[in-house]
């Protein structure tokens, strides 16, 4: 090849690694999540004489804590900036076969948990040793610590330590409420390492200061398989046993009462093992006038408190996003996380790490999550977007995982009524369009809502079916998902919808009452008399990488910030709304507007709300 030629073919690689990270800055698939970079496959054994790795302490959760700080020692005389430490789960990590391995025979089959780069430790490349802290939860195996070097693409195992475990690895941990399908039914779900065969699991409950007996309910229990699984790496080097799923229903609870409850298994000799105890608020009845208060987000993802796992560049406000949240517990009664939960991707251990991070917010909270591509999607599947963004999972841990109250969990959408607020929850990932399930899910919920007890409409989905100005849809020439609000804005403006929510692109904002493109009204921060449009919200700005607008900005566009956040809900009365949009940094509020309207004014006829009517003579 001559200079030249070498010189064109250099600027084509070059073009096209251009257009590859015009792409990749463009799209919600943006970074990598960090497992998938280690080529565990090609993992070779070197033990070296010289190298070694100590954690301390041996024994965790003495004092019944499921979530413990570990300190991990190692050196060896060669260290490299590309060394690095892995913590495996279970501890005998080489043992096993590997399905459809890439090579013959595989040294490893699965990726590790987490992993830290060996120079995070200061010094190490100079004095050959070092010293890092992994937060480690309770996951129901035991755990070992190895060093490996030729870095990610090409690992070398050169130490491993000697396990480490909780004193009960099979405890019951991370208690998720949800509100059940009714409004005086609270679900809680949780994992273990029982199965049904080993412990009966159940919930003691009852009312605080009731001065009752406490009751017991039943749990199910659910698990899944590697068959489970519809790709790689889920089936693969992500597959990691996911333990069991309980699920166990309060029932009759009176509305705004405190309960506590404590989740448990009952051993075949009687002996109990429990959980920790929590307290919840019980959910007003529908149309209920009290204060009520509401969390709404997306995209958020997880992040590591240890600095592990390169999760700071990955989902770098995901933290921020959680912490704020705990720390405003009291000024909150339900949340609605609306798709992509923690970005497992395929790397099963990824979601008991989600689990554990949202954990002080769902043991006292109910936690409704909504579908989105990450939990989802996966080519042939039946879901309607043939992408690969759920590395495999199809979603099946989502479903699995969390209690939502569905009447199919496989069609991930229903209603939760919530005082004076109805939320119709739809499925962004299956087909909306007239003629389906699920569209005609969706007319039945918004039609179904007493407007004069209920005022407060809400739509939530994961994808924009409404209005984003995203820099990717803008060159769509769409601002919205292929076929988005089509099917929908008329169902939206007959029944007058209040407000929709979206995630799906990782920033914040919030546009006019809208239909059919056009703003109905100039005010941008209070509306009151007829309604005639709904707002569209985008809240996908949780934690994950932050997604860019758009240059020009459309005439709908009210408020947009390129920052991780929240929005919340406040419904004072039957007449009277708050809306805020809050940043994760600070919990202040940078966007707000108010609602003041009667119920005469959602029964206003605008464009496409009534039907056609005459004057009797």
Excluded at 162 to 167: A, D, G, V
Excluded at 557 to 572: C, E
Excluded at 593 to 602: L, N
Aim: hydrophobic share 35%; proline share 6%.
């Amino acid at each position: 090849m001559g200079r030249r030629d070498a010189a064109a073919a250099l600027a084509v690689v070059l073009a096209a690694a251009a257009a590859a990270a015009v792409m990749s800055a463009s799209s919600p698939a943006e970074g990598f999540q960090p497992l998938s970079k280690i080529a565990v496959h090609m993992t070779t054994v070197e033990m070296q004489p010289s190298a070694y790795v100590r954690a301390t302490p041996s024994l965790l959760g003495g004092q019944g804590g499921d979530t413990e700080w570990v300190t991990v020692k190692y050196g060896w005389t060669s260290p490299s900036v590309d060394d690095w430490i892995a913590v495996f789960s279970p501890a005998d990590f080489i043992s096993g076969t590997c399905p459809n391995p890439a090579r013959d025979p595989p040294l490893l089959c699965t990726a590790p948990i987490k992993y830290q780069y060996a120079n995070y430790s200061a010094n190490y490349i100079y004095w050959g040793k070092g010293s890092v802290r992994f937060q480690l939860i309770n996951q129901r195996y035991n755990f070992s610590f190895a060093l490996f070097t030729g870095g990610l693409e090409n690992p070398k195992l050169i130490a491993v330590s000697e396990p480490i475990s909780f004193k009960n690895p099979k405890a019951p941990v991370f208690p998720r409420l949800a509100q059940g399908k009714t409004h005086d039914e609270m679900a809680v779900t949780w994992t273990s390492g029982y199965d049904i065969s080993e412990a009966y699991p159940f919930v003691e409950w009852g009312a605080v200061g009731g001065g009752q007996p406490a009751a017991r309910s039943p749990a199910g229990t659910l698990t899944f398989s590697r068959g489970s699984m519809c790709g790689e790496p889920a089936r693969t080097v992500g597959w990691r046993e996911p333990g069991f799923i309980h699920t166990a229903f309060m029932r009759n609870l009176w509305p705004n009462k405190e309960y506590y409850y404590k989740i448990g298994h009952e051993l075949q000799d009687g002996s109990v093992v429990w959980g920790k105890p929590y307290t919840f608020r019980a959910p007003p009845s529908p149309g209920q006038n009290s204060l009520q208060r509401v969390i709404v987000f997306g995209d958020m993802g997880k992040a590591e408190r240890d600095g592990s796992n390169e999760f700071a560049n990955y989902q770098p406000g995901s933290l921020n996003t959680t912490d704020t949240l705990v720390k405003d517990l009291d000024n909150y009664d339900i949340v609605f996380h609306i798709g992509d939960l923690p970005y497992a991707n395929g790397y099963i251990s990824q979601w008991d790490q989600f689990t554990a991070q949202v954990a002080p917010i769902t043991a006292k909270r109910p936690y409704m999550i909504a579908s989105g591509n990450h939990e989802r999607d996966w080519p042939n599947t039946g879901g309607f977007f043939d992408v690969k963004d759920s590395g495999g999972e199809c979603g099946v841990p989502a479903e699995t995982y969390y209690y939502y109250p569905a009447e199919n969990r496989a069609r991930f959408w229903y209603k939760v009524d919530y005082g004076m607020f109805r939320f119709c929850v739809a499925d962004s990932e299956h087909d909306w369009r007239e003629g389906t399930p699920q569209h005609a899910f969706i007319e039945r919920c918004l039609s179904t809502v007493d407007r004069k007890h209920q005022p407060w409409l809400v739509f939530a989905a994961h994808r924009v079916l409404g209005y984003s100005s995203n820099d990717w849809y803008a060159m769509e020439g769409s601002f919205e998902e292929p076929e988005g609000r089509e099917s929908l804005q008329k169902l939206w403006q007959k029944y007058r919808v209040d407000i929709a929510f979206f995630g799906h692109v990782h920033n914040y904002e919030r546009t006019c009452p809208v239909y059919q493109s056009r703003c109905m009204t100039s005010e941008k921060s209070h509306y009151s008399g007829t309604m005639n449009g709904t707002i569209f919200v985008v809240a996908g700005g949780g934690g994950s990488h932050l997604s860019d607008y758009t240059t020009a900005i459309p005439r709908w566009s009210i408020f947009r910030d390129r920052d991780f956040g929240f929005v919340k809900l406040t419904a004072f009365n039957h007449s009277s709304l708050l809306f805020e949009y809050k940043r994760s940094s600070d919990g202040r509020v940078y966007d707000s507007f108010t609602v003041d309207r009667d119920y005469r004014d959602v029964l206003s006829c605008v464009h496409d709300s009534c039907f056609p009517t005459t004057l009797a003579t």
